[in-house]
């Protein structure tokens, strides 16, 4: 019998694809809708996606606080504030000057191109509004994508460490692997369903990722009654084996 030749790049791909669709709906079994993100308005999503950059979201609680004590969690409102007091309401959530400039250069840009609407940015292509976004001051790809998705109803996959680290750990993915690399892979998870499930699926995915390494895909991992601790056993068992 003829040896059996190794598997190619692509059935690779596609089993990674197919795992982690299986990891998403073993997390959704397991925590059950998350309802994210934790936000009354579009608007106030995309203050939070600017907000949570390199800070606890226990902190950008207290700057959205502050903001919402004085009704500023409208375009409008943050178009008339002075950016100094800006700054001085944000400060909690860290690297007040750097963020306050930022969420000014966005609303400045939803006024030029898209005439202060929100929903005339939602209802741009996908791929231009996230060139776009990525443009803007303070916006990196993970900034982009929350907003893209929560903000906006797009489905574009969120890259964050906690997702790397589920990726990698559980071998779907070399550990360099680039931003673009883990979000093709998720890309690839959801393909073929229509436009408005997939953005749905999208957002429930990330957000149990997020209640997954919070539980358990930390820097040290807990993996004691994690629900993906069946795979990561089969993935030790491969390794042990080869």
């Known amino acids: 019998m003829a040896p059996r030749s190794a598997p190619t790049s692509l059935s690779r791909a596609k089993s990674a694809a197919r795992r982690l669709r299986g990891f998403y709906s073993r997390l959704v079994e397991a925590y059950g809708p998350q309802q994210w993100w934790p936000a009354q ?7 939070g996606a ?16 502050n903001l919402a004590g004085r009704d500023l969690l409208r375009v409008e409102a943050i178009r008339a504030l002075p950016e100094a007091e800006l700054r001085e309401l ?17 609303v400045a840009f939803l006024d030029r191109e898209y005439r202060g609407s929100l929903e005339r940015l939602a209802a741009e292509d996908l791929e231009i509004a996230r060139e776009r976004l990525l443009a803007l001051p303070g ?9 893209l998705l929560y903000a ?4 574009a996959i969120v890259v964050d460490e906690y997702l790397r680290r589920v990726v990698t750990r559980h071998g779907l993915l070399d550990e360099k692997a680039k931003y673009a690399e883990i979000q093709a892979l ?3 998870a959801f393909a073929g369903e229509p436009y408005a499930e997939r953005a749905a699926h ?5 957000a149990v990722i997020v209640e997954l390494g919070k539980r358990h895909c930390r820097r040290i991992p807990n993996c004691e009654e ?4 069946w795979d990561l056993k089969l993935v030790q068992s491969r390794k042990s084996a080869s």
């Open 41 to 47: 308005t579009p608007f106030e999503v995309v203050i």
């Open 50 to 65: 600017y907000l949570t950059q390199n800070t606890a979201w226990t902190s950008v609680e207290r700057s959205i606080a």
């Open 90 to 106: 944000v400060r909690p959530s860290g690297y007040m000057v750097r963020k306050a400039a930022a969420i000014k250069a966005f």
């Open 139 to 147: 916006v990196g790809p993970e900034t982009a994508d929350a907003i």
């Open 152 to 155: 906006l109803g797009h489905p």
């Open 186 to 188: 998720g890309e690839a």
């Open 202 to 206: 999208c957002n429930e995915f990330h």
């Open 226 to 229: 994690c629900p993906l601790a």
